[in-house]
């Protein structure tokens, strides 16, 4: 067995460990361990929790030297050559597209949303119709043609919440789950097909997904059936265990392998501050790094975020590319420009609502408008004209007609924004 190592030695890079066989030693990896030293051939210490095939390169590398032991059954421990230096950058080159995208719209399309938010019957999910029926009524084409028209630069699509459904196959899903294909992943892979359509625009996709498993995920209203399966709390949302990290990352990275290049950014809910001290221990193998490596998967150059709530801007982890941002308000502004934390690349990036404000819900995924556009439109150009990011989550249907208030409202931006 031999090792390598490959990839692009830069900060908020990724190297990955190549390993040939030329069958005489018929190893089968068991595990990855990764070190760094301060010069080519000096000492190497052990980079703590990062066990995968794959490592993302942290500012803290800078000027470092990687090597990587692989490990087998049957060849034992075998290390590849160093690489690097580990080179530093101006921020973070791969959030360069989303700063210049300028803004965007995310869309809660939720099963558990659709009935609340819907404007009127026909958009509703009727009872005598299954979830596969509601996604192929969305037509992909003309969605496109509407975000192509409100100047938005990227798009950001909930896969699913916690209720359990999603948006998309997953076949590693309905395995730990225990449900047949189309009963809670639609057959049809919806964001694929949004994908391709905007890309004819340059438009960008990015996903929403919680961190964790869903909460509320029952194969018969109430029994908590899919909640259960991935070792996962009831109702709420709690501490994972490192089971639950293990089960949820591979059906993420079920999807990013898939999606490839055609997948931008991963903007991950629920790393609430009660959670976090479960991704914090990197003596452990499932953690900040796991979860940045899963979203990384299938392409590199992907970007990422973990929001630990409502509550603006925040800084979860040097393993982020861009603020999550969320927030019910408007008018804050950046107070340094482009970077939150230039030294760890993380781009200003801000989330909001359009819809009409709801006590239990705010605006998420609601029709009709929340606040005023000029109001809206000053504010927008405030943040992007200071090299920051705003998203403006809009309602869309089960058609894929974005709410033709909110549409009206996201001309207007770009009229003052591009």
Known sequence: MQVRVVGEPSVKGMLEAAVTDDGSSNAVVTGYRWLISETIDGSYVELPGILTKTIVLLASYSGGYLKVQVYSGTAGAVESEPVGPVRAVNGNPRTDWLCA????????????YLNRVAASPEEQWKQHEDWNDVINSFDVNAYAEQVAG??????????????????????????IAGVRPGERCATRDLPMEIAHALDTYGIKLMLYVPANPPHSAHMVDGDYAITRAFGFSEGTDSAPTQETMRLW????????????????????????????????????????????????????HRIMCLNSGIGGIAINSPYEDFTAGETNEIGGLPGNGRWVDEANGIQYFTFTFLGENDPKWAGWGNKGLSRPTSELAD????????????????????????DPDQLEQLREIKLRVR
């Not at 995208?101 to 558990?112: E, T, V």
């Open 249 to 300: 990352q591979s059906v993420i990275k079920e999807w990013s392998d898939r999606y490839g290049e055609l997948l931008a950014g991963w903007w991950f809910d629920g790393v609430f501050p009660a959670m976090a001290g479960s991704y914090d221990n990197m003596q452990l193998p499932y953690n900040w790094s796991s979860i940045a490596n899963v979203a990384k998967s299938g392409n590199a």
């Open 101 to 112: 995208a300028q803004y965007g719209i995310s869309h809660h399309f939720i099963a558990n």
């Open 379 to 402: 504010w927008v150009k405030g943040v992007t004209d200071r090299k920051g990011v705003v998203c403006l989550d809009a309602k869309v249907n089960r058609f894929g007609k974005i």
């Open 150 to 175: 409100s100047g938005a630069g990227f798009v950001l699509l909930t896969l699913g919440q916690n209720c359990g459904r999603f948006l998309a196959p997953n076949a590693v899903y309905e395995e």
